[in-house]
């Protein structure tokens, strides 16, 4: 399979565009495939910090959420009884808490039982998730790729100085960065953020102080998983066609994301997701698409090399 | 073998990991596994030889990732870019210079060594799940490589055809059942130095940095060389039996060496048992021969196989088989 053909990036070159024009629209683009990855990092980023967990299904809840985007449009029950925007917000919506339901489903029957076992343990149990998901999108919805429906999102686009802007870009850009502050701000300032803040230092100490960490834990199944749901029904509406792997090809790249923020770091996700996005449409604009995943990944080494936690992870003293 | 009691006196302590680390069965099973070992393929159809010959080399790879992930506790997720090094000097040097792949056994594993070293030396320093990501980069960046050609080398998505046979007393190793002797043979020799290897002062060493860095390093191991000489050796042993999958493949392309065979071959260390030996050759089988027993499944197969994980997690989270010396220190580390 070649890489990258699942959903090639669309570059719209003007062989008159101005090397600035193909810059900026190189940074609008990946901005929003960038959104998407911060999205789905969040997921990675939060079960971490939580849980020390790195869930490997998670790029699957995002594959899922995609698929049942897919089924909602395409069904009959949106055929013109309610306005277009107003279906897409209901049908994202809906992804967002069957993903959910599942994701607290998961954490309880696959998660829960290895909590108190070995790290890489629980691993080994997501990745069996991961596969069991995969085989069940495969037998639901058949091995072959699926694609949106076109008239789901009119394909406008603007020019805004010299560059082309088209509507779904500005949704995805709306909506992921609306969903990123949400978060933050539930996380930063409500009393259940705390909670969740709390936890994610210690659990012993956070069950003193009355926190219910299986409540909380439940609670970050809910959201990481809603997250990713989000973004894999506006990657659908963008990029169109869908595949039972992509949960794996896109939750590769969200979780780079999340170790190049810092992993556990809630603004480091989102850091992270919008650069791994456009240093990937910069190395498809000005390298090639063939090597734009090898120029991401050499990045994030050297990045890692010179700064061991990310981005805007912080040292942590070693135990003596 | 007498448990340790608790007491921290100097000799004990000293003594236990060499007792402990019998996890190994005993004389008698050994002699009774390995007869059956060489009467199975006279029993069995040559699908099933197949299926044993792909077990050995998993087992090989298991065991070259065991080193690294097991023995020292690097999380490395990329292992397959090694085997890959390893396969395709095995194909490219055939190829172009019709080199004898007894030659180039252990040029691969020497190539995929070396490997190992340079690509492990700025990143060895990196802690738990960084070292995890940076080792799938490396991944990807080699198996992207092999898939856009360079050089006209690689030979792009349809890879390299590798014609060549081991020849041994003048006849081509290529019946199922040969190569079924020959996979088995190697990975008999494997076992045999990684056990002298782990029992050894080197094995000890890994142990230590892998249960606490700091501490070993307080006691004068220089870390930073035990670990790189683990990532290099687990890359060596990949890297030639890349030259025995070659061989047996005859194609070599970039699809056997993704993301995913990296999951599989730590997947297999993890589900055997960290640091054990018979474990890994346990865990192999699970993620090996599962799926083909289940074929009757027919679609459903991978489904079972995904749930089958999780619930071998769920039952036993320490592994198939899971090494005494781990478990002993385990206990030792909880009663703390």
Known sequence: MPHGGLWPCRLRQSPHAESMALFIEQLVNGLTVGAVYALVALGYTMVYGVMRLINFAHGDFFMIGSYLGFTLVSSALVGGAIPLWAALILITALSMVGVAILGVVVERAAYRPLRRASRLTAVVSAIGVSIFLQNAVMLIWGPRYRAYPSWAVPDVSWQVGGIYINLMQILILAVSFGLMVSLYVFVQRTTVGAAIRATAIDHDTARLMGIDVDQIIRLIFLIGPALGAAAGVLLGLYYRQIHFTVGWTYGLKAFTAAIMGGIGNIPGAMVGGLLLGILEMLGAGYISSAWKDVFVFLILILLLMFRPTGILGERIAEKV | ?336
């Open chain 2, 1 to 336: 073998m007498t448990e340790w009691d608790g007491r921290f006196s100097l000799s004990s302590k000293l003594r236990l990991p060499l007792s402990a680390v019998k996890s190994l069965p005993s004389k008698w099973g050994i002699s009774v596994l390995i007869a059956i070992g060489i009467i199975f393929p006279y029993l069995a159809s040559d699908y099933w030889i197949d299926v044993a010959v792909f077990w050995g080399i998993y087992v090989l790879l298991g065991l070259s990732l065991n080193i690294i992930v097991g023995e020292v506790g690097l999380f490395n997720m990329g292992h397959s870019a090694f085997f890959a090094i390893g396969s395709y000097t095995t194909a490219i040097l055939s190829e172009r210079f019709g080199l004898s792949l007894w030659l180039l056994l252990p040029l691969s594993g020497f190539a995929a060594g070396l490997a190992g070293y340079v690509l492990a030396k700025p990143i060895i320093h990196l802690r738990g799940d960084y070292l995890l990501i940076v080792t799938i980069g490396l991944n990807e960046i080699i198996r992207i490589t092999l898939l856009n050609n360079p050089w006209g080398l690689t030979g792009g998505p349809n890879g390299i055809i590798v014609l060549d046979q081991f020849r041994l007393f003048g006849r081509a190793v290529q019946h199922p059942i040969d190569f079924y002797y020959l996979v088995w043979v190697f990975v008999a020799i494997t076992v045999f130095v990684l056990v002298r290897l782990q029992r050894s002062r080197i094995g000890r060493c890994w142990n230590y940095v892998r249960e606490d860095e700091i501490a070993a390093q307080a006691m004068g191991i220089d870390t930073r060389w035990a670990k790189l000489l683990a990532f290099t050796l687990g890359a060596a042993i990949a890297g030639a039996t890349g030259t025995i999958f070659a061989a047996k493949l005859v194609v070599i392309s970039p699809e056997s060496f993704t993301f995913m065979e990296s999951v599989i071959l730590f997947t297999i260390v993890i589900l055997g048992g960290m640091g054990s030996i018979p474990g890994v050759i346990l865990g192999s089988a699970a993620m090996m021969v599962l799926p083909e027993l289940l074929r009757n499944f027919a679609r459903y197969r991978m489904l079972f196989f995904g749930l089958a994980m999780v619930l071998m997690m769920i039952f036993r989270p320490q592994g198939l088989w899971p090494s005494r010396r781990w478990t002993t220190i385990l206990r030792e580390g909880e009663s703390e």
